[in-house]
């Protein structure tokens, strides 16, 4: 096309007003309403989503953001099948990333991918972050190095002013024990890979025996479901128990430990010993007993004790709880299997490096003033950092999963670039349903244009489908669209189409020189060329017309 794409989004200088927090957008009407209007008509851009001009009142929308009359929804170009941009390992599993153009002229797609040939469901334990390169923008790219050892995950890199780059990532701490061995993505379906990724576990159908309704041990009461249903919360530990062990004796085993909330219980038609699972969710039971990860099974039962206050790791409620928490940020993650149960899968740390090939230096971050907010005060994760001229740097990020397992969106600041200090910009959750409760979502991407503040996220509650956009004026109150900004539906230049399922994780949106949005990353898995297995990075191209 002729452009120089050698600017990442949140890295260039864009034309603001520093007024609240520096924050302050140019467009004009209140950002509490729910302003979307379908057919286009509008009184100010907050009525265009702040992806249009209000122009003798309708709206004209960028191209980019042209999908609907509102502004709402994103338009992408028809791809080549047989050419389609992204990062597609034949024999790695990848996931999500955004790229960067090297002083040596070629891009280099910093992204996470799992060690070992293993599937996207070991991420907590296998995700490295790499670089893979190529010698154009959109690809083909071919692997490179492994720049961050496990556990690395989610990464995303911005250049620094006055030199040098930064990653922010999840994780930072190499004893995460032995990286698992695998004979590669095939090893794991699409489906199976989205339901671990998503903390819940694949269902697989089966009958068990009537349950045994309430039984008492001497430390706690456990309620067993009907044999219809069945608990799925994230597992903390499998426990082992011998071959004649019953489901009261695995309740029993969850009532000793004070990291279990649920449990399920499966025994093998071959004889071998039961599985007894402690499970981290007090969750609702789901119908159709489904039973986790184990197939071909007589009996699935599970159990669930009554709420109780913990603090550790996997729960930690204000009301009960210290400010003081665990983990190498002091918010509740760390290592899998340390002793205060962390949970595995969030901790933000960042990597600085005076080149692209390393050697990276990593620093957690913390957010100093966290314990100010009443629901993302715990569990950070999943960070995307936008820099402002003034040097300042705004961050959104996924908390909360401590705080009852909600997943939700939170802001912080550093006023002294991205080596901190790192405080809350907002003191809640910044996205709220029209009822007034927390929004559940995660994976968020933060950007500002003139007009004001823009943030995607993967959703996880509807209205909207598989993703979810958000506006704001200043930065700090937030207008949540009920419409979904994009889908996962794949079109090709022969007229063909295609669905990667999953593409709302982890979105990330590259611009050009001169602040136009050129595609979105995401992970993605399914639509992978060439029937390759595992799931991959995949780049959609916006509409530039």
């Known amino acids: 096309s002729g452009i120089t794409h050698r600017m990442l989004a949140g890295m260039r200088v864009l034309a603001s007003v520093w007024v609240v927090a520096g924050l302050a957008g140019q467009g004009q009407g209140d950002p509490n309403a729910v302003t979307t209007q379908a057919s286009g008509v509008c009184t100010s851009a907050m009525d265009c989503h702040l992806n249009g001009d209000c122009v003798g009142g309708t709206c004209k929308c960028d191209p980019a953001w ?8 994103m338009r992408f170009t028809a791809v080549d099948k047989n050419n389609r941009p992204g990062y597609y390992n034949s024999t790695e599993a990848t996931w999500g990333g955004i790229p960067i153009e090297g002083p040596d002229g070629k891009f280099h797609l910093i992204h996470a991918q799992m060690a070992n040939h293993c599937p996207l469901g070991s991420w907590t334990t296998a995700s490295i972050v790499a670089r893979a390169t190529a010698d154009t923008l959109l690809g083909p790219y071919t692997f490179a190095e492994e720049m961050i050892p496990p556990f690395a995950h989610n990464p995303t890199i911005r250049k620094i002013p006055g030199g040098g780059y930064v990653i922010w990532f999840i994780g930072g701490w190499s004893d995460v024990g032995p990286v698992p061995q695998c004979k590669g993505p095939l090893e794991s379906t699409p489906e199976a890979d989205y339901a671990r990724y ?33 608990r799925v919360g994230s597992d903390v530990k499998t426990v082992q128990l011998p071959a004649n062990a019953t489901i009261k004796d695995c309740g029993a085993s969850c009532c000793d430990d004070p990291g279990c909330l649920a449990f399920s219980f499966n025994t093998f038609a071959n004889g071998d ?27 699935c039962m599970s159990g669930g004790l ?35 149960d962390a949970n595995c899968g969030c901790g933000i740390a960042m990597a600085s490096s005076d080149s692209l090939t390393g050697p990276w230096n990593i620093t957690h971050l913390k957010i100093e003033d966290q314990w100010k907010a009443d629901d993302v005060y715990c569990t950070h994760t999943n960070p995307s950092p936008f820099l402002l001229p003034n040097g300042s740097i705004v961050m959104a990020f996924n908390a909360g999963f401590c705080h009852n397992h909600l997943e939700t969106i939170g802001l912080a600041v550093s006023h002294g670039g991205w080596q901190g200090p790192w405080n809350l910009l907002v003191d809640h959750a910044i996205l709220k349903n029209p ?16 007009r004001g503040w823009h943030l995607l996220v993967h959703n996880q509650q509807g209205p909207q489908g598989e993703s979810a956009y958000a506006y704001s004026l200043d930065g700090l109150e937030w207008t949540l669209s009920p419409t979904t ?12 189409s295609a669905t990667a399922t999953g593409c709302g994780n982890r979105p990330q949106i590259y611009f050009g020189d001169n602040g136009t949005p050129l595609f979105i990353s995401n992970g993605a898995f399914a639509a992978k060329p060439n029937g390759w297995p595992g799931t991959y990075t995949l780049f959609r191209p916006l509409a530039q017309a």
């Open 435 to 450: 009822d007034g409760s927390t929004h559940h979502c995660e994976d968020p991407f933060v950007w500002k244009t003139d």
């Open 198 to 230: 998503s903390r819940q576990q694949p269902e697989v159908t089966a009958e068990g025996p009537a349950a045994g309704g309430m039984t008492t041990t001497a430390d706690c009461s456990v309620v067993y479901d009907p044999p219809s249903e069945i």
């Open 66 to 73: 042209s999908g609907a009359a509102d502004c709402g929804v």
């Open 273 to 299: 010993a039961p599985i007894c699972k402690h499970k981290d969710a007090n969750v609702a039971p789901q119908k159709g007993n489904g039973c986790p990860l184990v197939k071909g099974l007589p009996s």
């Open 306 to 340: 009554p709420n109780r206050s913990i603090c550790n790791g996997q729960s930690w409620p204000k009301d009960s709880c210290p400010p003081e928490m665990p983990g190498p940020n002091a918010d509740c993650c760390g290592p899998c299997g340390s002793s205060y």
């Open 485 to 496: 900004p994009y889908d996962c539906t794949l079109k090709f230049t022969d007229g063909t």
